[in-house]
């Protein structure tokens, strides 16, 4: 069973983006079998949603890059352990390095991540580049999964 997993904490400004992605993406139908997650900040705690599951699809914010807003399609390859931002505990990275060492086969993983502008903890919201890539995230996700235009 495919999985969408969002990480993220909206109390921490643009860590919140995959709380956001996760929220739109829940508002609408997806095709049978996907299946959509809002892992907070769960980090290692995160392993059970990739059991059992083929394929995944993170998502998740970047630590503040060049480009605040900007879209990228990461493999589990480009995620070193120590990128984690603020609030994922042992960090998506590590997650994903975990999941290689589970008995059971990994599942594909794609990831889909914003550069935020800002990850300051106790500052709900997004910034203004990061909430105006919510919908092209999700839009780039429905088109991952055959879910066509929501």
């Known amino acids: 069973m495919p999985h969408i997993v969002c990480f993220g904490n909206p109390l ?3 860590d919140g983006f995959g709380a956001a992605v996760y929220t739109r993406l829940s508002e609408t139908p997806l095709p049978d079998g996907w299946r959509v997650f809002d892992a907070g900040t769960s980090g290692l705690n995160a392993l059970w949603l990739f059991r059992d599951c083929g394929e995944a699809i993170i998502v998740d914010s970047l630590a ?3 480009e605040p807003g900007r879209l990228r399609e990461l493999t589990a390859g480009d995620v070193l352990a120590e990128a984690a931002p ?3 505990g042992g960090g998506v990275g590590y997650l994903l390095q975990a999941l290689q060492a589970m008995p059971e086969p990994p599942p594909r993983v794609r990831i889909v991540a914003v550069e935020s ?8 919201g997004l910034s203004a580049p990061v909430a105006a890539a919510v919908a092209p995230a999700v839009a780039l996700i429905r088109s991952y999964i ?3 235009d929501d």
């Open 86 to 88: 603020v609030g994922h």
């Open 117 to 124: 502008a800002d990850v300051s903890a106790f500052r709900p």
């Open 64 to 66: 503040p890059g060049a």
């Open 146 to 148: 055959g879910a066509g």
């Open 12 to 14: 921490h400004g643009d």
